[in-house]
């Protein structure tokens, strides 16, 4: 099966910041990566799929790319609202696996 | 407006089984792949299995195949988990989450979840 992972897997940035969470896969995936965000105590959100198609609604300062085993979530102006871990998914073939997950809050 | 709704999720002993539901309502509900994503406490998210629009595909985790199976009613929008020889690691909230298309497993909408707890 294919291996995910996610760095870092914890930051802690300012407000205004812009932040990068990367995604590798141990195997080529295409661009069949999606991004989530879960914020304390709630469901997970879509935000981003085919590696960078924004979902409707998800705000514009959230970008993704990336193909084949390198992905990267971009956060262009860090927002209080915006803290939560966040996960990769590959969906090119089961297993649809998850990344670790990385947490991201405010310093 | 897409609505999922878990039931069936508690407590149960090592080795026992348990059935999840969830009631779907907003969407043509065979139209849509459809999963179940489990979240053990404190941990992160881990696909468990999914199910064609149709049902006639299905997948599963390594670490619940052969324990778990999958099914769907399409004639009452209902997605279901059969739970067997559970274990304590089995402990976990339980989601149901719709895909975009009849065969494609990312997830657009998700439910509240459902608790399972294995334990003696």
């Known amino acids: 099966d294919i291996q995910m992972t996610q760095s870092p897997s914890s930051l802690s940035a300012s407000v205004g910041d812009r932040v990068t969470i990367t995604c590798r896969t141990s195997q080529g995936i295409s661009n069949y990566l999606a991004w989530y965000q879960q914020k304390p105590g709630k469901v997970p959100k879509l935000l981003i799929y085919?590696?960078?198609t924004l979902q409707s609604g998800v705000p514009s300062r959230f970008s993704g790319s990336g193909s084949g085993t390198d992905f990267t979530l971009t956060i262009s102006n860090l927002q209080p609202e915006d803290v939560a871990t966040y996960y990769c998914q590959k969906y090119n073939s089961a297993p649809f696996t998850f990344g670790p997950g990385t947490k991201v809050d405010i310093k | 407006e897409v609505q999922l709704l878990e039931s069936g999720g508690g407590l149960v002993q090592p080795g026992g089984s348990l059935r999840l539901s969830c009631a779907a309502s907003?969407?043509?509900?065979?139209?849509?792949?459809m999963s179940w994503v489990r979240q053990a406490p404190g941990k992160g998210l881990e696909w468990v299995s999914g199910v064609s629009g149709s049902g006639s595909s299905t997948d599963y985790a390594d670490s619940v195949k052969g324990r778990f199976t999958i099914s769907r009613d399409n004639s009452k929008n209902t997605l279901y988990l059969q739970m067997n020889t559970l274990r304590a690691e089995d402990t976990a909230v339980y989601y149901c989450a719709k895909g975009v298309v009849t065969a494609v497993y990312y997830f657009d909408y998700w439910g509240q979840g459902t608790l399972v707890t294995v334990s003696s």
């Open positions: 085919a590696a960078s």
């Open positions: 907003g969407f043509i509900f065979s139209s849509y792949a």
